[in-house]
């Protein structure tokens, strides 16, 4: 009965992926090839992270053996090598293990946890091969750089994995290698987009930033490290501006023929590994379409009534066509509803005011658990992270650190921002946004489901997932799980924050066609505007952003929809198995346990137990 039912997941779990060409499992299950996967799999995810330090530093694996020399690797003490040898030697690492893998793990002996994660890791492997061999972002994208050296100087200041004046020592050792990492960049990168320019010396104001003032504050003038500091610093402060020199004045001005479109090609090939289910864009695309008029019909329904209140000397236009009275009269109740709204300088202040009556319905409810761990922290987005996180994001705690800080960034309005540019970005985040936001990002969203991943044993397999997180699965989850909150009253039912939320609904639909059609087909910045401001009511300043952001990423957008998609069918299914038994603590609990792998993984794992 057992070897049976293992067949069975085996078999469904070799559907439920769609990427890998492997063949099918076989019927037999074969313990030493398990106990071998745990070994191999553990060694490749560490060696993986010791030629990617400031990846080792957020996950928290911070002293590495070496097991030739056994000489001891303090990892958050290195900047990783960007070099040609080193990416070289990054490539070889992915081929090597690939077949390693293959050879003497394959997927036919490995039972349904373990295969999970084998396919998780093929993926991966796939997906950093295609970026080498063919997108080569590394080569035409400085903000590949600029971000590493950012998160690579930041990470140690947030997570207390050692006394301050250890972890110090190893941001300045960091600080001393900049200069290094930038000249070895700068003999490759070529052909580059401008927008990838300038939004690199955006960010690398960020690190010059980072390093002159909050670095340098956390060193005390009569401390041992400062005579270091002194000396380290205005090397690679240096070296920081002379790059963004470089960018402006040298690479930005020889010719260029690359764009940041992937083009159909490349896009389709980075869609199937990211997305990890069986759809294709042009399938997702037409869904997309299609719901979001569907969307538009339902939010007109909803403003109705709210327009018959605020604004009675109006008529209801029916003398317009259906797409013209849709857009006067919703527009007119979202802009009534955007004058609720923070001041510019409140954004941080009015999210972490919400999170307790967010974590109060939450209970309440009883929608999913909350764990013990009381370490989310809401702080300023770094500022070498704002040129592509224009509002705000989610740092988790790291996987082998989990009581380490959990942060969920909100992105401040500068002062040099003009207050119209300010006005319209609070109009879009208005006081019923702002608290869809903290429901995706933090709770029950992002926060929560990487508290429940942070617990998953053995700890090998949590750290495996962690880093190879499947998109849909995190995204769909923030995206589902806040309809969720919708459908069990949150807010009293406010039809404000219904109709906002159908709103962000429209917005994830655009995030999908923009993706799709900026990426893989022709869409024009006008078409894009258009489909955003007029189609989907966001504001200027909302769209303008997006706008950047669907040049600077690929294959990232269209993630929120897919995974939407696959996590509202599991729970239809889920639910009709279940019956009257349903319950939807237990099943929230089920699905955030088993950590994100993708979403007809985590289905099959859950109804063959």
Same mark, same amino acid.
């Given at each position: 009965? @057992?070897?049976?039912?293992?067949r069975?997941?085996?078999?469904?779990?070799?559907?439920?992926?769609? +990427?890998?060409?492997?063949?099918?499992?076989?019927d037999?299950?074969?313990?030493?090839?398990?106990?071998?996967?745990?070994a191999?799999?553990?060694?490749? #995810?560490k060696?993986?992270?010791?030629?990617?330090?400031?990846?080792?530093?957020?996950?928290?694996?911070h002293?590495?053996?070496d097991?030739?020399?056994?000489?001891?690797?303090?990892?958050?003490a290195?900047?990783? $090598?960007?070099?040609?040898?080193?990416?070289?030697?990054?490539?070889d690492?992915?081929?090597?293990?690939?077949?390693r893998?293959?050879a003497?793990?394959?997927?036919?002996?490995?039972?349904a =946890?373990?295969?999970?994660?084998?396919?998780?890791?093929?993926?991966?492997?796939?997906?950093?091969?295609?970026?080498y061999?063919h997108?080569q972002?590394?080569?035409?994208?400085?903000?590949?750089?600029?971000?590493?050296?950012?998160?690579?100087?930041? *990470?140690?200041?947030t997570?207390?994995?050692?006394?301050?004046?250890i972890r110090?020592?190893?941001?300045?050792?960091?600080v001393?290698?900049?200069?290094?990492?930038?000249?070895d960049?700068?003999?490759?990168?070529?052909?580059?987009?401008?927008?990838? &320019?300038?939004?690199?010396?955006?960010e690398? /104001?960020?690190n010059?930033d980072?390093?002159?003032?909050?670095?340098?504050?956390?060193? !005390?003038?009569?401390?041992?490290?400062?005579?270091?500091?002194?000396?380290?610093?205005? @090397?690679? #402060?240096?070296?920081?501006? /002379?790059?963004?020199a470089?960018?402006?004045?040298?690479?930005?001005?020889r !010719?260029?023929?690359?764009s940041?479109?992937l083009?159909?090609?490349?896009y389709? =090939?980075k869609?199937r590994?990211?997305?990890?289910?069986?759809?294709?864009?042009?399938?997702?695309?037409?869904?997309?379409?299609?719901?979001?008029?569907?969307v538009r019909?339902e939010?007109?329904?909803?403003?109705?009534?709210?327009?018959?209140?605020?604004?009675?000397?109006?008529? $209801?236009?029916?003398?317009?066509?259906?797409h013209?009275?849709?857009?006067?009269i919703?527009?007119?109740?979202?802009?009534k509803?955007?004058?609720?709204?923070?001041?510019?300088? =409140?954004?941080?202040?009015? &999210?972490e005011a919400?999170?307790?009556?967010?974590?109060?319905?939450?209970?309440?409810?009883?929608?999913?658990?909350?764990?013990?761990?009381?370490?989310?922290?809401?702080?300023? +987005?770094?500022?070498?992270?704002?040129?592509?996180?224009s509002?705000?994001?989610?740092?988790?705690?790291?996987?082998?650190? !989990?009581?380490?800080?959990?942060?969920?960034?909100?992105?401040?309005?500068?002062?040099?921002?003009?207050?119209?540019?300010?006005?319209s970005?609070?109009?879009?985040?208005?006081?019923?946004?702002?608290?869809?936001?903290?429901i995706h990002e933090?709770?029950?969203?992002?926060? #929560?489901?990487?508290?429940?991943?942070?617990n998953i =044993?053995?700890?090998?397999?949590?750290?495996?997932?962690?880093?190879f997180a499947?998109?849909p699965? #995190?995204?769909?989850?923030?995206?589902?799980?806040?309809?969720?909150m919708m459908?069990?009253?949150?807010?009293d039912n406010?039809?404000?924050f219904?109709?906002?939320?159908?709103?962000?609904r429209l917005?994830?639909?655009?995030?999908?066609?923009?993706?799709?059609?900026?990426?893989?087909?022709?869409?024009? /910045?006008?078409?894009?505007?258009?489909?955003?401001?007029?189609?989907s009511?966001?504001?200027?300043?909302?769209?303008?952003?997006?706008?950047k952001?669907?040049?600077?990423?690929s294959?990232q957008?269209?993630?929120?929809y897919?995974?939407?998609?696959?996590? *509202?069918?599991?729970?239809?299914?889920?639910?009709a198995?279940?019956?009257?038994?349903?319950?939807?603590?237990?099943?929230?609990?089920?699905?955030?346990?088993?950590?994100?792998?993708p979403?007809?993984?985590?289905?099959?794992?859950?109804? +063959?137990?």
């Amino acid at each position: 009965m @057992k070897k049976t039912k293992i067949r069975t997941i085996a078999a469904a779990l070799a559907a439920a992926f769609s +990427t890998s060409s492997t063949a099918a499992f076989a019927d037999t299950i074969k313990i030493p090839a398990a106990d071998n996967f745990a070994a191999l799999s553990d060694r490749f #995810v560490k060696e993986m992270l010791v030629l990617n330090p400031t990846t080792a530093s957020q996950a928290g694996y911070h002293k590495h053996s070496d097991a030739t020399t056994g000489k001891v690797i303090e990892l958050d003490a290195v900047l990783d $090598d960007l070099s040609v040898a080193g990416i070289n030697k990054q490539k070889d690492f992915f081929r090597s293990w690939q077949k390693r893998f293959t050879a003497e793990t394959p997927l036919s002996d490995l039972g349904a =946890q373990d295969a999970a994660d084998w396919r998780l890791i093929d993926d991966q492997i796939n997906l950093q091969l295609l970026d080498y061999d063919h997108i080569q972002n590394y080569r035409h994208n400085p903000t590949v750089a600029v971000e590493l050296i950012g998160t690579a100087l930041f *990470q140690p200041l947030t997570e207390e994995y050692a006394p301050k004046e250890i972890r110090l020592g190893h941001i300045l050792s960091r600080v001393e290698q900049v200069p290094r990492l930038l000249s070895d960049i700068k003999a490759y990168l070529s052909n580059v987009d401008p927008i990838y &320019i300038s939004t690199a010396v955006e960010e690398n /104001d960020g690190n010059i930033d980072l390093i002159e003032n909050t670095i340098g504050k956390e060193i !005390p003038k009569d401390s041992p490290l400062r005579e270091r500091f002194e000396k380290v610093s205005p @090397k690679a #402060v240096a070296a920081l501006k /002379d790059f963004s020199a470089w960018l402006k004045n040298d690479l930005a001005r020889r !010719p260029h023929d690359r764009s940041w479109k992937l083009g159909k090609e490349l896009y389709d =090939q980075k869609f199937r590994l990211v997305m990890e289910v069986k759809v294709t864009p042009e399938e997702l695309l037409r869904d997309a379409e299609t719901n979001l008029k569907a969307v538009r019909a339902e939010m007109l329904q909803l403003a109705l009534p709210m327009h018959k209140e605020w604004f009675p000397k109006d008529s $209801d236009h029916k003398e317009l066509n259906d797409h013209e009275r849709e857009n006067l009269i919703v527009n007119e109740v979202l802009r009534k509803i955007s004058d609720d709204h923070c001041k510019r300088d =409140q954004l941080q202040q009015t &999210i972490e005011a919400d999170l307790e009556g967010i974590k109060k319905f939450i209970r309440d409810k009883q929608i999913v658990s909350l764990g013990d761990r009381d370490n989310l922290k809401v702080i300023p +987005t770094p500022v070498f992270m704002r040129g592509v996180l224009s509002v705000a994001a989610f740092h988790s705690a790291p996987p082998l650190n !989990p009581q380490a800080e959990a942060e969920y960034w909100v992105t401040p309005i500068e002062p040099s921002v003009s207050d119209a540019k300010a006005e319209s970005k609070l109009r879009e985040y208005n006081n019923f946004a702002l608290k869809w936001l903290t429901i995706h990002e933090a709770l029950p969203g992002h926060y #929560v489901q990487f508290e429940h991943l942070n617990n998953i =044993q053995p700890v090998r397999r949590r750290l495996l997932r962690s880093l190879f997180a499947n998109g849909p699965y #995190v995204e769909g989850w923030a995206e589902y799980i806040a309809q969720v909150m919708m459908d069990q009253g949150y807010l009293d039912n406010d039809p404000r924050f219904r109709l906002v939320m159908r709103k962000i609904r429209l917005r994830l639909l655009a995030n999908t066609i923009l993706d799709v059609k900026m990426q893989s087909q022709d869409m024009t /910045d006008a078409q894009a505007m258009e489909l955003m401001t007029k189609e989907s009511f966001q504001t200027e300043a909302e769209a303008e952003g997006k706008l950047k952001r669907a040049k600077l990423s690929s294959a990232q957008l269209a993630t929120y929809y897919t995974g939407l998609r696959e996590w *509202q069918a599991f729970r239809k299914k889920y639910e009709a198995t279940a019956g009257s038994s349903f319950d939807m603590l237990k099943f929230h609990n089920a699905v955030l346990d088993e950590g994100p792998l993708p979403v007809p993984v985590v289905e099959t794992l859950l109804l +063959t137990k």
